[in-house]
């Protein structure tokens, strides 16, 4: 059983950062990445960042190219969203999530955590 944990989340003025991490445990996929999503309220989840499982490839919503990173560390099983220059429109529940196959935006995400909240104010 796959099991995934995020922390880091909270509340930050806008142009402020924040590092949000994701605990994996559990039975790994090797070969697959991990990604980051977002739900803002009244909208749809949707993607923010994905990562290869070496690490080697990543892949961004265009809303936040530039502003966030996202980096893996395979020792530790844990995989980092660097976020910088938070915009209020960030404010969501972030998640990662798991995918059985492949990486990146379009594939089926099949584990996900339980979310932390990121508030951006102004």
């Known amino acids: 059983q796959v099991r995934l944990v995020e922390s880091g989340g909270g509340l930050v003025q806008a142009g402020g950062s924040l590092r949000l991490s994701c605990a994996v445990s559990g039975r790994m996929f090797t070969g697959h990445g991990v990604g980051w999503f977002r739900q803002a309220p009244g909208k749809v989840r949707e993607f923010v960042a994905g990562i290869t499982w070496s690490g080697s490839l990543t892949d961004y919503a265009d809303s936040v190219k530039g502003r966030f990173t996202i980096s893996r560390d395979i020792a530790k099983n844990t995989v980092n969203l660097q976020m910088n220059s938070l915009k209020r429109e960030d404010t969501a529940v972030y998640y990662c999530?798991?995918?059985?196959?492949?990486?990146?935006?379009?594939?089926?995400?099949?584990?996900w955590g339980q979310g932390t909240q990121v508030t951006v104010s102004s």
């Open positions: 999530a798991l995918p059985s196959t492949g990486w990146g935006p379009r594939v089926q995400y099949d584990y």
